[in-house]
């Protein structure tokens, strides 16, 4: 278990190409982190910078009170678990899991202990003399996990580990890996381009985008703090609503005029306004109006799509909240409205 | 996938019929004659034939001259065989590390394997050209006189170093497919398993390498075997002396220098009993063949 750190990171690959801007953070011990970005952001090259398949073209790493950069993946005390296993096909599941441990001069029946605690846990223990071909998807997974259990190393990191499951066996193993982990309380980067993953598993997550890092925060800050539109917009499904609006006598007014909130001291021109689709109600003394073009049935809540002027919105309501079809009105609660930089699309 | 027909019977037949009389013209035919011919002593002048049985056979396994060609022959497979995969999966495994260079690499190498035998040969003969061969004079600034063509020993390991240079770049495709096909996150694991390049190698690399392995170790075999033909023709010009010599080549020298037809025929079934042999190993290899995944 370890505290790690990243001071100026950045990665060039060898044929020019910037996968990852000088960035820093802290991750206390214990934490679980996740790192969420869409797909090409930087995200794996910034986790197999720190697992050390990958060199540090700038900056510093540090695991623990050491630094790392020009230290073997072997020797930086890390367990990976890959996107596809990465298990050895011609290895049983049992040699699977001990092999790491076998190169690091522990005694047989140390190893033995070990294979069969995290068997146990991961209830592999009827296919530990199995090869990894005769196991499903769920089960490799388990693998890879025990893998990087028995080893007790102090950072966890996960590339995508779910991602070629089924939805139901990802929901499962999403809770298993979180409950794991706070069980050990090994600290872990986790990195997915999914979300939710994000929001259900982190303590911290960590907005990637373009190379860079958009925000660091809890699931909580993230989601109803973002501080740009584009973790607004990739957070949540359906993401926030995005309006464009303007600053005018003092107030912030969207559709052509109608006043949503008082505007911040001073401020003139456009702005981008944002709500999440749960805070917006339907509301027949409101006073903007909105067409509501398809309604999502989702059980426990509906979704409302549909145009607010010339712009796509979405609302969320409850099971027992009205759904009307065609033309209604809508009310939006101010408290929860974020504004952004219409140029830069930072928070203001 | 939907197969279309053809209408009537004799069109597929008249369109295999030009590709089986090659078969049966260029294989078969000869195929049965050797056999034929193995249990009749030939007139050397070619006036007529005795049938004398299994004669011809029984005088070749009591000749020490063919036990003799026999050892060298299992001895020139066995190291051909084992210099060319040990050469070629040191060269895969290096190239493989510097992937970026990889490709002009393995151009580099298959220009080897587009040389015909016979040039093979030649080339190794012009290297090791008593006079002025690069070789030869290698070999003479540490002392060695070489004698190509003259020394027994000193054929044989030009023999051998040819064959094996002739055969690496073939080799060295197949295990460098091979390595690159080993998916890079599972290097990667083993890169974080076991701090030790040489351990990972042998853990993991290797084994998973064992299926082209397997192959190549037959091909090899069935290489140095038959295939050698013009390499060792080249070095011993004909002029099989004393000089080291395969059982495919005893097979030529004996029916055509020696118009020893039924003894040299006795040698081809036995060569073609050992082709089979090989060839039903491979089959079994093959559909035993190990698939991970
Ligand atoms: N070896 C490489 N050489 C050059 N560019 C690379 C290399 N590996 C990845 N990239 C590029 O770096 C960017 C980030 O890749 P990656 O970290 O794998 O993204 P993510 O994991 O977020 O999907 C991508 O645009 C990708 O094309
Ligand atoms: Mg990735």
Redesign the interface.
């Known amino acids: 278990m370890a505290r790690v750190h990243l001071e100026t990171i950045r990665k060039i690959y060898p044929n020019g190409f910037e996968a990852v801007t000088p960035t820093s953070f802290d991750i206390p011990d214990g934490e679980f982190v996740v790192l969420v970005g869409p797909s090409g952001c930087g995200k794996s090259t910034l986790l197999r910078m720190i ?3 990958e060199d540090i073209t700038e900056g510093t790493l540090s695991i623990g009170d050491r630094v790392v950069n020009g230290v ?4 930086r005390d ?3 678990v ?3 296993y ?5 290895m049983t599941v049992r040699r699977n899991i001990a ?2 441990l076998q ?1 690091r001069k522990i005694d047989k029946a140390t190893i033995e202990q070990k294979v069969q605690e995290a068997a146990t846990m991961l209830n592999l223990t009827e296919y530990l003399d199995r ?1 990894p ?1 005769q196991l499903s998807g769920g089960q490799r997974q388990r693998v890879a996990m025990g ?1 990087a259990i028995v080893r007790d190393p102090a950072l966890f990191l996960f590339d995508e580990p779910l991602s070629n499951l089924d939805a139901k066996l990802r929901n499962q193993m999403r809770i298993e890996i979180k409950a794991l982990q706070r069980r050990l309380g090994v600290t872990s980067i986790y990195v997915t381009h999914d979300q939710v993953e994000a929001m259900t598993m982190a303590d911290r997550i960590i907005v990637m985008n373009g190379g860079k890092v958009e925000q660091i925060g809890t699931p909580h800050e993230v989601y109803h703090n973002p501080a740009s539109t584009f973790v607004a917009s990739f957070m949540g499904a359906p993401p926030m609503n995005l309006l464009e609006a303007r600053f005018e006598d003092g107030m912030v007014r969207i559709n052509g005029g109608t006043p949503v909130m008082p505007a911040p001291a001073a401020r003139t021109g456009n702005v981008t306004l944002g709500i999440r689709p749960e805070d917006v109600r339907i509301d027949d003394a409101g006073d903007i109006p909105f067409h509501v073009d398809l309604v999502e049935e989702l059980g426990a809540h509906r979704l409302l799509h549909g145009q607010l002027g010339d712009q796509t919105f979405s609302i969320h309501a409850m099971k027992d909240e009205p759904a009307p079809q065609g033309a209604t009105r809508l009310s939006l609660i101010p408290d929860n409205i974020c504004l952004f930089d219409s140029e830069t699309g930072k928070r203001i | 996938m939907k197969s279309a027909g053809f209408t009537t019977r004799w069109l597929p037949i008249l369109l295999l019929v030009p590709q089986l009389s090659i078969i049966a013209i260029f294989f078969y035919w000869p195929a049965i004659y050797a056999m034929q011919s193995s249990f009749y002593l030939q007139d050397p002048f070619g006036f007529g034939s005795t049938f004398v049985g299994l004669e011809n056979y029984s005088s070749l396994l009591s000749s020490s001259e063919y036990m003799k060609v026999t050892r060298f022959t299992v001895v020139f497979t066995a190291l051909v065989t084992f210099f060319s995969l040990a050469l070629a999966l040191l060269l895969a495994v290096k190239a493989d590390n510097v992937l970026r260079g990889a490709k002009t690499y393995r151009t580099l190498l298959m220009w080897v394997y587009a040389v015909a035998p016979p040039v093979a040969g030649f080339i190794g003969v012009m290297m090791f050209n008593q006079s002025w061969g690069p070789l030869t004079e290698l070999a003479r600034s540490i002392g060695w006189d070489f004698k190509l063509g003259v020394n027994f020993n000193d054929t044989a390991s030009a023999m051998i170093l040819v064959s094996v240079w002739k055969q690496v770049p073939v080799n060295f495709i197949f295990f460098l497919s091979g390595l690159q096909s080993i998916p890079k996150s599972v290097r990667e694991a083993a890169l974080i398993d076991n701090r030790s390049s040489f351990g990972r190698f042998w853990d993991v690399t290797f084994p998973l390498l064992a299926p082209t392995g397997f192959f190549l170790l037959i091909i090899n075999i069935t290489y140095s075997l038959f295939d050698t033909f013009g390499v060792i023709d080249t070095m011993v010009k004909g002029e099989p002396g004393n000089n080291p010599m395969t059982l495919v080549y005893k097979v030529y020298v004996d029916g055509f220098r020696g118009n020893d037809l039924g003894g040299s025929s006795a040698q081809s079934v036995i060569l073609m009993v050992l082709v089979l042999a090989l060839t039903i190993f491979q089959f079994r290899l093959v559909e035993r063949r190990i698939h991970y995944t």
Do not use: T, V
Request: charged share 15%; aromatic share 12%.
């Open positions: 697992a050390g398949l073997d993946p072997a020797d890390i367990a990976m890959f996107q596809n990465a298990l050895y096909p011609h092999y790491g190169n090869k071909a893998r």
